[in-house]
């Protein structure tokens, strides 16, 4: 994982910001993929990023301005030097006390284990055709968020590509991003013996299960990826942990 300086932090608030050019963020998404350590902090960022742009966190750090100013104005006066300790340190101890509640209330109520564990297959260069100029588009809706059109886009060209694993696998997040996680299945199941989507396709259809509340489902492909030993292991081991915990809390 990249060294950890003001630098690498910046980085990753650009990526969040869709400030990165695309050859910035390629690469960046690219790294993500195979480097698990790198793909945790960026998560870890984003969560944090999430929630102080939030509306309702603006609000409460509102709040809490107006009780630090509270606390500023009481130590100026100076009256009774030990009531007032006493209640500088409470005042504090409440403001810690609710930092941690609500982010920790932000936490369970935004990262739910799917958005916690899954990451947007990254944008690469893909096969090129005659249809270039269709395929340009469909990467252009998908790095946009724009799935819905994304989809449209992508459905004509693997109908014309049918042999194309890499447009099914963008298909396939671009269904289960925009919560059509049967028919991102569809597509994640025909790539699972596919020599070099195999594992990803076993990674995102446990995500996929994980979405529609079919545990079971996806913990017996988790075991088959950890089994596997390849670059999701430690993702699949992490979550396989994390359902089970829910299982057996």
Do not use: C
């Not at 920790?104 to 799917?114: A, G, I, S, Y």
């Not at 195999?198 to 075991?223: C, F, P, Q, R, V």
């Amino acid at each position: 994982m990249s060294k950890r300086s003001p630098e690498f932090f910046d980085l990753i608030e650009a990526y969040l910001d869709n400030k990165l050019d695309p050859k910035t963020k390629d690469d960046f998404e690219r790294k993500m993929v195979i480097d698990t350590k790198f793909r945790e902090e960026v998560e870890k960022h984003r969560l944090l990023h999430g929630v102080f742009k939030d509306t309702d966190s603006l609000e409460f750090r509102e709040k809490l301005i107006k009780i630090e100013n509270g606390v500023q104005e009481a130590v100026s006066k100076k009256r009774k030097p030990s009531f007032f300790n006493w209640k500088i340190a409470a005042t504090v101890l409440t403001i810690v006390s609710l930092t941690t509640l609500f982010i920790f209330q932000n936490f369970e109520k935004d990262q739910t284990l799917f958005e916690k564990y899954f990451t947007l297959y990254p944008v690469e260069d893909v096969v090129r055709s005659s249809k270039e100029s269709n395929l340009k588009k469909a990467m252009e809706e998908y790095s946009s968020g724009n799935y819905s059109r994304a989809i449209l886009e992508f459905e004509k060209l693997v109908t014309e590509m049918p042999n194309s694993f890499e447009l099914k696998m963008y298909l396939g997040n671009s269904y289960l991003k925009n919560g059509e996680s049967d028919k991102a299945l569809g597509e994640f199941r025909s790539l699972v013996n596919t020599s070099n989507y195999g594992e990803i396709a076993k990674w995102y259809m446990a995500l996929s299960y994980l979405k529609t509340n079919e545990n079971d489902k996806s913990i017996s492909l988790l075991k088959e990826i950890i089994a596997y030993d390849g670059i999701y292991k430690e993702d699949a081991k992490n979550l396989h942990k994390d359902l089970l915990k829910m299982s057996n809390p």
